[in-house]
């Protein structure tokens, strides 16, 4: 786990971009046990509700499900889900306001590839 929470979004969210994280690069795969929000409150020293707020987004957008008295786990399709729903919010946050300033400044695919290219190095 990492310990470090910032002060740029809500802690919840964290929490739960911090477990879609671990999702998406495979360290927790499909049935896999997440940990508890007990852990969780322990290792980042937060609200249990804070906890809870984070851990239940997930439940109720199906990326990982409960077993009552056994602990929380990664649903089957969740990789993918939460790869569609960062590529999705990639293009709103990111590649249309690059695409609205690029249009501003009269780039054209070619400048901005070359930029692409250039900052990859």
Do not use: C
């Not at 509700?49 to 990664?74: A, C, H, P, W």
């Not at 969740?78 to 306001?97: D, M, N, S, T």
């Not at 690059?98 to 250039?118: F, Q």
């Amino acid at each position: 786990m990492s310990g470090k929470l910032n002060d740029r979004e809500p802690i919840f969210e964290q929490i739960t971009r911090w477990i879609s994280d671990q999702i998406i690069e495979g360290t927790l795969q499909t049935d896999d046990k997440i940990p508890s929000t007990n852990e969780i409150v322990q290792f980042y020293k937060v609200n249990h509700l804070t906890v809870s707020k984070g851990v239940n987004q997930l439940v109720e957008d199906g990326i990982i499900y409960k077993k009552r008295g056994v602990g929380m786990f990664v649903a089957e399709d969740a990789r993918e889900k939460l790869i569609e729903r960062r590529k999705e919010g990639f293009v709103k946050q990111y590649l249309k306001p690059m695409m609205d300033e690029a249009e501003k400044l009269k780039l054209t695919k070619s400048d901005i590839d070359r930029m692409i290219e250039e900052e990859r190095k």
